[in-house]
């Protein structure tokens, strides 16, 4: 079946790096759009990031910009977001989606979604 | 920026009610490019309604979305014990190319 797995998430202090990871199966990843979100405790959701399937396009959200880098390893069925100078309002769940279907197919949509790693920037 | 606001913040029913979630976008969107998602506690969010109006594989139908413009509505016609959660509306732009509105709390009466 379809399944979207992070990882990498944990304890970091303000201005240090990280590096989340996120496996894909059940679907041809070399096909698909992919997105990186975030929700900090309580509050809503915020996209930070999408990649296109051959890595030739991606964009930031402005609260990220500079600071994060999105990056996809499609013989490995992976996207990565490296996390560097990280700040405490970057404290957050970050999920990784897929676009629900290849580019053009349908109107866009994230489905499936992974459980999500937990990045917690503090002293 | 394109804007999404949702309301209202919460709404209170009780199951076998009808529930009606609006967002509103700060400026024309196309109708393709509204989503909706639901959120359980403690799960990731699930894509219900995608160009505003087309339910997503194994939705229930008594979840639709409507909606045009600025002014889009998710509908639940009868709500199940299982539908009490947050909602959120997605939109896709342009700089920055994706927002989420800050989502509607179902929760019981």
């Known amino acids: 079946q379809v399944q979207l797995v992070e990882s990498g998430g944990g304890l970091v202090k303000p201005g240090r790096s990280l590096r989340l990871s996120c496996a894909a199966s059940?679907?041809?990843?070399?096909?698909?759009?992919m997105n990186w979100i975030r929700q900090a405790p309580g509050k809503g959701l915020e996209w930070v990031s999408y990649?296109?399937?051959?890595?030739?396009?991606?964009d930031y959200a402005d609260s990220v910009k500079g600071r994060f880098t999105i990056s996809r390893d499609n013989t490995k069925n992976s996207v990565y977001l490296q996390m560097n100078n990280l700040r405490a309002e970057d404290t957050a769940v970050y999920y990784c989606a897929r676009q629900q279907s290849r580019f053009g197919e349908l109107p866009p949509g994230f489905d499936p979604w992974g459980q999500g790693t937990l990045v917690t920037v503090s002293s | 920026e394109i804007v999404l606001t949702q309301s209202p913040g919460t709404l209170s029913l009780s199951p076998g009610e009808r529930a009606t979630l609006s967002c509103r976008a700060s400026?024309?969107?196309?109708?393709?490019?509204l989503a909706w998602y639901q959120q359980k506690p403690g799960q990731a969010p699930r894509l219900l309604i995608y160009?505003?109006?087309s339910r997503a594989a194994g939705i229930p139908d008594r979840f639709s979305g409507s909606g045009s413009g600025t002014d889009f509505t998710l509908s639940i016609s009868r709500l199940e014990p299982e539908d009490f959660a947050v909602y959120y509306c997605?939109?896709?732009?342009?700089?920055?190319?994706?927002?989420f509105g800050p989502g509607t709390k179902v929760d019981i009466k």
């Open positions: 400026q024309s969107i196309s109708s393709n490019y």
């Open positions: 990649m296109s399937p051959t890595g030739s396009t991606k």
């Open positions: 059940g679907f041809t990843f070399s096909d698909y759009y």
């Open positions: 997605q939109q896709y732009g342009s700089s920055p190319p994706i927002t």
């Open positions: 160009g505003a109006s």
